[in-house]
């Protein structure tokens, strides 16, 4: 069982940064895949960055270039550094762990935690 805490959500002007954090409890965190969602209202839930447990990301076309996935494996915690943030990313962001066994697909969300862009 994996429980994520995510923090770092809040309201900022356009074209500002924030630094959402994820963190995990429970084993085995370093092999799990972490990705952060978003979900704004009236839309469904989108990827957007993704880090596996060898380190490779990817990111949703809206935010590449402007948005930095990365973990520390030591402190059970993954990150979304966020910068030259517009309206748009306005939603409600969500931590994802994801792992894959032969039988069995462990899949867990945090609670999430809202940004809001806006002057």
């Known amino acids: 069982q994996v429980q994520l805490v995510e923090s770092g959500g809040g309201l900022v002007q356009p074209g500002g940064s924030l630094r959402l954090s994820c963190a995990a409890s429970?084993?085995?965190?370093?092999?799990?895949?972490m990705g952060w969602y978003r979900q704004a209202p009236g839309k469904q839930r989108e990827l957007v960055a993704g880090?596996?447990?060898?380190?490779?990301?990817n990111y949703a076309d809206s935010v590449k270039g402007r948005f930095t996935i990365s973990r520390d494996n030591a402190k059970n915690t993954v990150y979304l550094q966020m910068n030259s943030l517009k309206p748009e990313d306005t939603a409600v962001y969500y931590c994802?762990?994801?792992?894959?066994?032969?039988?069995?697909?462990?899949?867990?969300w945090g609670q999430g935690t809202q940004v809001t862009v806006s002057s």
């Open positions: 994802n762990a994801q792992r894959s066994t032969i039988s069995y697909k462990y899949n867990y």
């Open positions: 429970g084993s085995m965190f370093s092999i799990y895949a």
């Open positions: 880090i596996n447990s060898g380190g490779s990301t």
